[in-house]
Nanobody, 131 residues
């Protein structure tokens, strides 16, 4: 189990950029795949992106491909979400989540995008994009 704390949210104009960070407690951060999900008012939580334990593989939902980049620094126990070309529809509470990863053979992309596979969650950080 890891404790996750997100930061970096805020209010940005459309077209702008923002970087979210999620720092994990504990010494086993590199055993976890990490993901970002978001939830807009009145909508269900949706997958944004994920990164495997090594950082070699990343996965994104179609609506953010080419605009968002997920990365991690295992030495700092931190995962990042760099967001660019932001749109009003990106407005949501963004959550990071952790799931124990497989070292040798990654899971499928559908596995990493399923929120039910993540046991540990942060408290969320608000991102608001003004038009």
């Amino acid at each position: 189990q890891v404790q996750l704390v997100e930061s970096g949210g805020g209010l940005v104009q459309a077209g702008g950029s923002l970087r979210l960070s999620c720092t994990a407690s504990g010494r086993t951060f590199s055993s976890y795949a990490m993901a970002w999900f978001r939830q807009a008012p009145g909508k269900e939580r949706e997958f944004v992106g994920a990164i495997t334990w090594s950082g070699i593989r990343t996965y994104y939902t179609d609506s953010v491909k080419g605009r968002f980049t997920i990365s991690r620094d295992n030495a700092k126990n931190t995962v990042y979400l760099q967001m660019g070309s932001l749109k009003p529809e990106d407005t949501a509470v963004y959550y990071c989540a952790a799931t124990l990863d497989r070292k040798l053979l990654p899971y499928s992309d559908t596995y990493y995008s399923n929120s039910l596979n993540y046991a540990d969650w942060g408290q969320g950080t608000q991102v608001t994009i003004s038009s």
